[in-house]
């Protein structure tokens, strides 16, 4: 199965189950939704949210996953249950925090490929971490006005 079966799969099985709130510190699968560079049609995409300081956030290893580039080129997006939708906007988070983000995404993830994808290893000093930011993306999903 491709990646795009794969995701198509898991976005079904996630919106099938209710979804349990994203605990501090730690990180959950949710379904969110962007809107596609050029056509502007919704794509649904499983993603794991991260939990800190109350806020919530989304990490990616690199910034040519398609998602990324959607919320870089329209930051709205939705986080989709299976009984509901939060309209969320995904802003930039800048370095220094953005290190802090990552680092309790490794430390918190359970999935070997999913830490595999990144540039640094899960024990990564903050200070590596940082180094390698223009290479990854990190978004704090804040309410719509």
């Known amino acids: ?11 079904a099985k996630l919106l099938q189950a209710p979804a349990e709130p994203v605990a501090e510190g730690e990180y959950a699968l949710r379904v969110v939704e962007t809107r ?5 049609q919704a794509r649904l995409v499983p993603l794991a949210v991260v939990r800190r300081g109350g806020r919530q956030f989304l990490v990616s290893p690199t910034r040519e996953r398609d998602w990324v580039r959607n919320l870089l080129a329209d930051p709205a997006c ?13 802003v930039a988070v800048p370095d220094s925090p953005a290190a802090e983000v990552v680092s309790q995404y490794l430390a918190s993830m359970s999935v070997p ?7 640094v290893a899960p024990d990564a000093p903050r200070e590596e971490i940082r180094a390698h930011l223009g290479e990854m993306a990190v978004f704090e999903l804040v309410a719509r006005p």
């Not at 490929?113 to 540039?119: D, G, L, Q």
Request: no cysteine; charged share 30%.
């Open 1 to 11: 199965m491709d990646v795009q079966g794969m995701n198509a799969e898991m976005v």
């Open 36 to 40: 596609g560079r050029a056509s502007r």
């Open 78 to 90: 939705a986080v989709l249950g299976r009984d509901s939708r939060e309209d969320r906007l995904a």
């Open 113 to 119: 490929w999913a830490i595999r994808a990144f540039p």
